[in-house]
């Protein structure tokens, strides 16, 4: 067998592993980099099955073009020229802001980079997105405010010496699962956990507390927990002398959070927010885990800030064994926010508003650049609606599936003038497309994956993309030239350089220097080691600064046409709209059929039995299910899994956004159950 050692395409842990190969040249299987810092010779049932989607007959392998109403092969130059003429038609008709461009956190940073380049100088728009606007823009917008800086602070390795760890929004065990392993390991060698989850999740059961606060009060238990550390004495002071602002502002937020008032937001016991704060308080050192049980509400942000808040006012920041870490959910969505596939910022969260970095990115692509902030890919959806928006450029995103609403975004994307698909698979959005382009996935190509650590990693080609497919930073460089910009890169080595040359907190990454262990950012020069922990002395924006927060309720709860809670993530199986997973035939056997969590009590009163089909409906359309019957779920509440078409989540989910951070709110709203 032939090794190829890269990084896992599913999740943001930054896994390592062997991608085997026979003397035939196909991939059989994948071996865990046993030295390698984060996998430890580990993986999770979909590292072990990394391999199995990638020769899948399903793949891509000619571009397509649709021709009387049907997509059908045609050559690349075809295709290419026939992308960029449409695109330069609309933009010189309708202005460049009618288009737009979704990036990927599944490709590489040197590709999302290209893209982004192509973005604002190619086509002169910032309207580049992806889909960390659906998982952790929330994160980037609160935790710039506090910290200035909206990534990770601590390293996984911390996990190893924290005193206690809390967890709130994040099923580890099952999105990240060997950081849930290594949380486990903690809890074996002593360390205390809290769990806050409504649902009864595998760390629920190795919690000293657990937590089952109704969905979408987090604002309310954080705050609760803050008011009564004070209470007590147990917040950190010389921490907050010295190194925060804006505490008293803090002080007087909290005043109204008593144990009781807090009791009935959330529908827990007032002693157990005692208790939260007592065990909270009392450890000297804290790591706060949180994903998108936190971000994704309509108040994500506030969410976010409450979680500052926490760490700033124990003084949970800057050591080893503290921070706040949101998890980041796909293997490159760091990288894609650092790379600048976001509306307002270069690489490196160098803003666009800002006129000497502009004036940098400019010298370097020799074009004029915008001024102007982008849409967000949740106002693209609204603008394209509203007939304002005509062309759209998708890189490997199925935002048909993955995002709010699916009527609304199906109805966005039916009425662009132009719509461009660059995937591995044809995808429900690549049914819409009006030309689709066969790229390659990570197994096909060289480039550098950034975990959510800020780990920055070498992913390797193992085998060349199928039939005429291409690697994504090869399309998209044919794009740019076709724009009249120079981009003859030999490989991706070459466009890590550029980004090195304009990008800060990547100034000393290159190829050479990215060992089997990566390199955490910032790492700012060639002699530079890399930061696995921010905010040491001080933090990226100077003090950490407290930022109050109000509990607000989400935007449909419950009520008499609609009474259960619906919340939406993930299972340990599959991976996001099953595009890969749903094709890697192990993962597929384990868990085949849509499925809804439901609880006992909730089905005994509609008369479901388990493995009934139920229709759940809210006021944006109706699936079909089987129901799963488990305590998993408290009563009142339903959990679907959003990884199958033919019971897709998003069918039911609310796209009212965040108003900071554009984030949908994924997590609740209101649906009524029947049995079938
Ligand atoms: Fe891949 Fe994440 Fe599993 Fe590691 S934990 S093997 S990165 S899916």
Redesign the pocket.
């Known amino acids: 067998m032939k090794p190829t050692l890269t990084v896992?395409?599913?999740?943001?842990?930054?896994?390592m592993?062997h991608l085997l190969q026979d003397d035939s040249g196909r991939l059989t299987g994948v071996e865990p980099s046993g030295g390698h810092r984060?996998?430890r010779g580990q993986?999770?049932?979909?590292?072990?099955n990394?391999h199995a989607f990638v020769q899948h007959p399903d793949r891509l392998t000619s571009p397509l073009i649709r021709r009387d109403g049907q997509l059908q092969p045609a050559s690349w130059g075809e295709a290419l020229d026939l992308v960029h003429s449409r695109l330069t038609q609309l933009a010189d008709q309708h202005g460049s802001d009618s288009l737009m461009f979704l990036s990927s956190a599944k490709v590489s940073n040197e590709e999302n980079y290209l893209l982004m380049k192509l973005a604002r100088a190619g086509f002169r728009t910032n309207n580049i997105d992806h889909c960390a606007r659906l998982c952790h823009s929330s994160s980037v917008t609160g935790l710039v405010e506090t910290l200035g800086s909206g990534a990770m602070t601590n390293s996984l390795d911390c996990i190893d010496k924290t005193e206690l760890i809390l967890v709130i929004g994040s099923n580890t065990t099952e999105q990240?699962?060997?950081?849930g392993s290594r949380i486990l390991q903690a809890v074996q060698r002593g360390a205390r956990l809290i769990v806050a989850d409504s649902r009864r999740i595998r760390l629920s059961r190795h919690a000293d507390l657990h937590l089952r606060h109704r969905n979408g009060t987090d604002v309310a238990l954080l705050n609760g927990i803050m008011r009564q550390i004070v209470e007590e004495g147990l917040e950190d002071t010389s921490f907050i002398a010295d190194r925060t602002e804006s505490f008293a502002a803090l002080q007087a937020s909290l005043e109204s959070y008593t144990p009781q008032r807090t009791a009935e937001i959330t529908g827990l016991e007032p002693e157990q927010i005692i208790d939260a704060a007592r065990l909270f308080g009392g450890a000297k050192s804290a790591m706060l885990f949180y994903a998108m049980g936190i971000t994704q509400h309509s108040h994500g942000v506030d969410n976010v800030r409450a979680v500052s808040n926490l760490a700033l006012l124990t003084g949970n920041l800057g050591r080893p064994g503290t921070g706040i870490n949101p998890l980041r959910g796909q293997?490159n969505v760091q990288g894609a926010c650092d790379m600048g596939a976001l509306p307002d910022v270069f690489t490196g969260y160098q803003k666009v508003a800002d006129p000497d970095a502009r004036q940098k990115f400019s010298t370097a692509w020799g074009v004029p650049l915008s001024s102007t902030p982008g849409l967000m890919s949740t106002h693209a959806i609204d603008a394209a609606v509203a007939g304002r928006l005509k062309g759209f450029f998708i890189l490997g995103e199925n935002p048909i599936l993955s995002d709010a609403n699916q009527a609304h975004v199906r109805q966005a994307l039916e009425k662009l003038d132009f719509l461009v698909c660059v995937d591995i698979f044809r995808t429900e959005t690549c049914e819409l497309a009006d030309v689709v382009l066969p790229a390659s996935c990570y197994a096909e190509k060289d480039g550098t994956f950034t975990s959510t650590e800020r780990r920055v990693q070498r992913g390797r080609k193992a085998i060349p993309p199928p039939g005429e497919a291409r690697e994504d930073w090869r399309i998209i460089a044919e794009l740019l030239q076709r724009c009249g910009m120079p981009a003859d890169y030999a490989d991706p080595s070459e466009i890590m350089a550029e980004i090195a040359g304009v990008t800060p907190s990547y100034g000393g990454i290159g190829y050479d220097r990215l060992g089997r262990d990566g390199l955490c950012w910032p790492c700012p020069d060639r002699a530079h080691p890399g930061t696995p922990i921010l905010h040491r002395k001080q933090c990226t924006r100077g003090k950490g600064r407290f930022s109050p927060v109000k509990y607000q309720p989400s935007k449909e709860e419950p009520d008499a046409a609609y009474p259960l809670l619906l919340s939406t993530g993930r299972t340990y199986f599959h991976w996001h709209t099953g595009t890969m997973t749903r094709r890697s035939h192990l993962l597929d056997r384990e868990e085949r059929k849509a499925f809804a969590e439901l609880n006992p009590l909730d089905a005994q009163k509609l008369g479901v039995r388990e493995m009934q089909t139920i229709r759940i409906s809210s006021r944006r359309g109706s699936i079909e299910v089987m129901a799963e019957l488990t305590d998993r779920v408290p009563p009142g509440q339903v959990f679907v899994p959003f990884h199958f078409a033919e019971g897709a989540a998003n069918v039911l989910t609310n796209n009212a956004l965040d108003p900071e951070s554009g984030i949908p709110e994924f997590k609740v709203c209101a649906v009524r159950v029947e049995a079938l």
Request: hydrophobic letters at 35%.
């Open positions: 896992c395409p599913y999740c943001g842990t930054g896994c592993f984060i996998s993986l999770c049932v979909k590292g072990w990394a990240h699962p060997l950081i293997n």
